[in-house]
Protein backbone atom coordinates (compact mmCIF):
# COMPACT_ATOMS: atom_id res chain seq x y z
CA UNK A 1 0.00 0.00 0.00
CA UNK A 2 0.85 3.76 -0.49
CA UNK A 3 2.94 5.54 2.39
CA UNK A 4 0.76 8.32 3.70
CA UNK A 5 2.21 11.09 6.07
CA UNK A 6 0.32 14.27 7.25
CA UNK A 7 1.19 17.54 8.83
CA UNK A 8 1.05 18.69 11.44
CA UNK A 9 0.57 15.27 13.91
CA UNK A 10 -0.94 17.36 16.18
CA UNK A 11 -1.77 20.93 16.85
CA UNK A 12 -3.63 23.49 19.46
CA UNK A 13 -4.85 26.16 18.15
CA UNK A 14 -7.32 29.24 19.33
CA UNK A 15 -10.49 29.81 18.85
CA UNK A 16 -11.46 32.11 15.67
CA UNK A 17 -7.99 30.89 13.61
CA UNK A 18 -7.69 28.33 10.97
CA UNK A 19 -4.84 25.06 10.18
CA UNK A 20 -4.08 23.64 6.92
CA UNK A 21 -3.45 19.74 7.09
CA UNK A 22 -1.10 18.03 4.55
CA UNK A 23 -1.65 15.12 3.03
CA UNK A 24 1.20 13.30 1.19
CA UNK A 25 1.40 10.46 -0.71
CA UNK A 26 4.42 8.20 -1.95
CA UNK A 27 2.85 7.17 -5.28
CA UNK A 28 0.43 8.90 -7.63
CA UNK A 29 -3.65 7.68 -6.48
CA UNK A 30 -6.81 9.13 -8.02
CA UNK A 31 -9.24 8.80 -5.00
CA UNK A 32 -7.97 11.54 -1.53
CA UNK A 33 -10.18 11.66 1.12
CA UNK A 34 -10.81 13.52 4.34
CA UNK A 35 -12.54 12.12 7.50
CA UNK A 36 -13.11 13.16 10.77
CA UNK A 37 -13.13 11.29 13.90
CA UNK A 38 -14.51 13.01 16.96
CA UNK A 39 -13.56 12.03 20.84
CA UNK A 40 -14.96 9.05 21.17
CA UNK A 41 -16.61 8.18 17.72
CA UNK A 42 -16.27 6.32 14.69
CA UNK A 43 -14.77 8.13 10.97
CA UNK A 44 -17.14 10.76 8.96
CA UNK A 45 -16.63 11.76 6.04
CA UNK A 46 -15.63 15.09 5.12
CA UNK A 47 -15.32 15.16 1.42
CA UNK A 48 -13.64 13.92 -1.56
CA UNK A 49 -11.03 15.42 -2.82
CA UNK A 50 -10.77 15.93 -6.61
CA UNK A 51 -7.39 16.43 -8.62
CA UNK A 52 -8.43 19.91 -10.93
CA UNK A 53 -12.10 20.36 -9.68
CA UNK A 54 -13.64 21.72 -6.27
CA UNK A 55 -13.97 18.57 -3.68
CA UNK A 56 -17.55 16.89 -3.53
CA UNK A 57 -18.73 17.61 0.45
CA UNK A 58 -20.90 14.95 2.37
CA UNK A 59 -24.31 16.38 4.10
CA UNK A 60 -23.31 18.68 7.10
CA UNK A 61 -19.71 20.16 5.86
CA UNK A 62 -19.50 22.98 3.95
CA UNK A 63 -16.64 24.68 1.69
CA UNK A 64 -16.22 27.79 3.39
CA UNK A 65 -15.25 25.72 6.28
CA UNK A 66 -13.63 22.76 5.29
CA UNK A 67 -11.86 24.43 2.25
CA UNK A 68 -9.66 21.93 0.50
CA UNK A 69 -6.68 21.73 -2.24
CA UNK A 70 -5.86 19.05 -4.17
CA UNK A 71 -3.50 20.21 -6.84
CA UNK A 72 -2.01 17.14 -8.27
CA UNK A 73 -2.04 13.26 -8.00
CA UNK A 74 0.12 12.90 -4.60
CA UNK A 75 -0.93 16.00 -2.43
CA UNK A 76 -3.78 17.35 -0.80
CA UNK A 77 -4.50 19.98 1.81
CA UNK A 78 -7.54 20.38 4.22
CA UNK A 79 -8.49 23.41 6.07
CA UNK A 80 -10.70 24.02 9.28
CA UNK A 81 -11.69 27.64 9.29
CA UNK A 82 -12.87 29.79 11.88
CA UNK A 83 -12.37 26.66 14.23
CA UNK A 84 -14.19 26.51 17.71
CA UNK A 85 -13.59 24.06 20.46
CA UNK A 86 -16.39 21.51 18.72
CA UNK A 87 -14.09 21.17 16.10
CA UNK A 88 -11.28 19.54 18.33
CA UNK A 89 -11.06 16.25 16.36
CA UNK A 90 -8.36 13.63 14.91
CA UNK A 91 -8.70 14.84 11.28
CA UNK A 92 -7.68 11.88 8.32
CA UNK A 93 -7.17 11.62 4.74
CA UNK A 94 -7.20 8.24 3.03
CA UNK A 95 -6.52 7.10 -0.56
CA UNK A 96 -7.46 4.14 -2.55
CA UNK A 97 -5.23 1.17 -2.64
CA UNK A 98 -3.61 1.45 -5.95
CA UNK A 99 -3.88 -1.55 -7.82
CA UNK A 100 -6.76 -2.61 -5.84
CA UNK A 101 -9.54 -4.90 -6.54
CA UNK A 102 -11.83 -3.86 -4.00
CA UNK A 103 -11.23 -0.23 -3.91
CA UNK A 104 -9.76 -0.63 -0.21
CA UNK A 105 -8.54 2.55 1.33
CA UNK A 106 -5.56 3.14 3.28
CA UNK A 107 -5.46 5.97 6.25
CA UNK A 108 -2.66 8.52 6.66
CA UNK A 109 -1.82 8.85 10.69
CA UNK A 110 -3.82 11.77 11.63
CA UNK A 111 -3.72 15.21 12.79
CA UNK A 112 -4.97 15.98 16.11
CA UNK A 113 -6.27 19.22 16.59
CA UNK A 114 -7.37 20.50 20.01
CA UNK A 115 -8.86 23.75 19.96
CA UNK A 116 -9.34 25.85 23.01
CA UNK B 1 -31.23 3.61 12.41
CA UNK B 2 -27.16 3.54 11.77
CA UNK B 3 -26.23 2.72 8.40
CA UNK B 4 -23.82 0.31 10.16
CA UNK B 5 -24.27 -0.83 13.25
CA UNK B 6 -22.16 -3.03 15.79
CA UNK B 7 -22.06 -4.13 19.16
CA UNK B 8 -19.61 -1.62 20.89
CA UNK B 9 -18.53 -4.38 23.28
CA UNK B 10 -16.26 -4.32 25.36
CA UNK B 11 -15.52 -8.03 24.84
CA UNK B 12 -13.44 -9.19 27.17
CA UNK B 13 -11.68 -13.00 26.64
CA UNK B 14 -8.83 -14.65 27.69
CA UNK B 15 -5.66 -15.41 25.49
CA UNK B 16 -6.52 -18.41 23.03
CA UNK B 17 -10.57 -17.68 23.12
CA UNK B 18 -12.65 -17.45 19.86
CA UNK B 19 -14.41 -14.60 19.49
CA UNK B 20 -16.98 -13.25 16.86
CA UNK B 21 -18.22 -9.93 15.67
CA UNK B 22 -21.38 -9.00 13.90
CA UNK B 23 -22.40 -6.56 11.70
CA UNK B 24 -25.28 -5.37 9.59
CA UNK B 25 -25.89 -2.44 7.58
CA UNK B 26 -28.70 -0.75 5.79
CA UNK B 27 -28.06 0.18 2.47
CA UNK B 28 -28.41 -2.81 -0.07
CA UNK B 29 -26.49 -1.16 -2.54
CA UNK B 30 -23.52 -1.27 -0.45
CA UNK B 31 -20.77 -2.75 -2.94
CA UNK B 32 -18.29 -3.39 -0.68
CA UNK B 33 -17.09 -4.46 3.17
CA UNK B 34 -14.20 -4.59 5.24
CA UNK B 35 -13.05 -4.58 8.52
CA UNK B 36 -10.66 -2.34 9.79
CA UNK B 37 -8.42 -2.51 13.51
CA UNK B 38 -7.71 0.78 14.91
CA UNK B 39 -5.63 1.70 17.99
CA UNK B 40 -5.79 3.64 20.61
CA UNK B 41 -4.67 7.03 19.15
CA UNK B 42 -3.65 5.76 15.76
CA UNK B 43 -5.28 5.55 12.59
CA UNK B 44 -7.44 2.75 10.96
CA UNK B 45 -5.83 -0.12 9.55
CA UNK B 46 -7.23 -2.74 7.16
CA UNK B 47 -7.57 -5.88 8.25
CA UNK B 48 -9.92 -7.73 5.82
CA UNK B 49 -11.76 -7.24 2.66
CA UNK B 50 -14.77 -9.02 2.89
CA UNK B 51 -15.72 -11.65 -0.77
CA UNK B 52 -19.09 -12.38 -0.76
CA UNK B 53 -18.32 -16.44 -0.34
CA UNK B 54 -16.35 -15.82 2.63
CA UNK B 55 -12.86 -15.38 3.10
CA UNK B 56 -9.63 -16.73 5.78
CA UNK B 57 -6.47 -14.89 6.59
CA UNK B 58 -4.98 -16.84 9.00
CA UNK B 59 -6.37 -16.54 12.41
CA UNK B 60 -9.29 -14.55 11.19
CA UNK B 61 -12.07 -15.45 8.92
CA UNK B 62 -14.58 -12.60 7.37
CA UNK B 63 -17.91 -13.37 5.77
CA UNK B 64 -20.88 -11.77 4.17
CA UNK B 65 -24.09 -12.37 4.00
CA UNK B 66 -25.64 -10.04 1.81
CA UNK B 67 -29.91 -11.78 1.83
CA UNK B 68 -29.53 -10.53 5.65
CA UNK B 69 -27.26 -7.77 5.47
CA UNK B 70 -24.81 -8.98 7.69
CA UNK B 71 -20.99 -9.29 8.21
CA UNK B 72 -19.26 -11.01 10.70
CA UNK B 73 -15.29 -11.31 11.60
CA UNK B 74 -13.97 -14.12 13.93
CA UNK B 75 -10.64 -14.08 15.39
CA UNK B 76 -9.19 -17.50 16.48
CA UNK B 77 -7.15 -18.70 18.88
CA UNK B 78 -6.69 -14.46 20.24
CA UNK B 79 -3.43 -13.06 21.23
CA UNK B 80 -2.73 -10.13 23.59
CA UNK B 81 -1.83 -8.03 20.39
CA UNK B 82 -5.41 -8.62 19.43
CA UNK B 83 -6.77 -5.62 21.66
CA UNK B 84 -8.26 -3.16 19.75
CA UNK B 85 -11.60 -1.71 18.34
CA UNK B 86 -12.69 -3.54 14.94
CA UNK B 87 -13.86 -1.17 12.64
CA UNK B 88 -16.78 -2.85 9.84
CA UNK B 89 -17.04 -1.01 6.82
CA UNK B 90 -19.36 -0.62 4.21
CA UNK B 91 -18.73 1.07 1.00
CA UNK B 92 -21.56 2.35 -1.23
CA UNK B 93 -21.69 2.87 -5.02
CA UNK B 94 -20.04 6.13 -5.13
CA UNK B 95 -16.91 4.91 -2.87
CA UNK B 96 -17.84 6.24 0.11
CA UNK B 97 -16.75 4.35 3.24
CA UNK B 98 -19.53 3.93 5.91
CA UNK B 99 -18.19 3.09 9.36
CA UNK B 100 -19.85 1.13 12.29
CA UNK B 101 -19.35 2.72 15.57
CA UNK B 102 -16.49 -0.21 16.43
CA UNK B 103 -15.91 -2.92 18.78
CA UNK B 104 -14.12 -3.29 21.41
CA UNK B 105 -12.19 -6.39 22.45
CA UNK B 106 -10.02 -6.99 25.15
CA UNK B 107 -7.73 -10.08 25.44
CA UNK B 108 -6.52 -10.46 28.79
CA UNK B 109 -3.55 -13.16 29.72
Known amino acids: SAVISQKPSRDICQRGTSLTIQCQVD?????MFWYRQQPGQSLTLIATANQGSEATYESGFVIDKFPISRPNLTFSTLTVSNMSPEDSSIYLC?????????????FGPGTRLTVL | RKEVEQDPGPFNVPEGATVAFNCTYSNSASQSFFWYRQDCRKEPKLLMSVYSSGNEDGRFTAQLNRASQYISLLIRDSKLSDSATYLC??????????FGSGTRLLVRP
Open chain 1, 94 to 106: SVEGVQSSYNEQF
Open chain 2, 89 to 98: VAMDSSYKLI
Open chain 1, 27 to 31: SQVTM
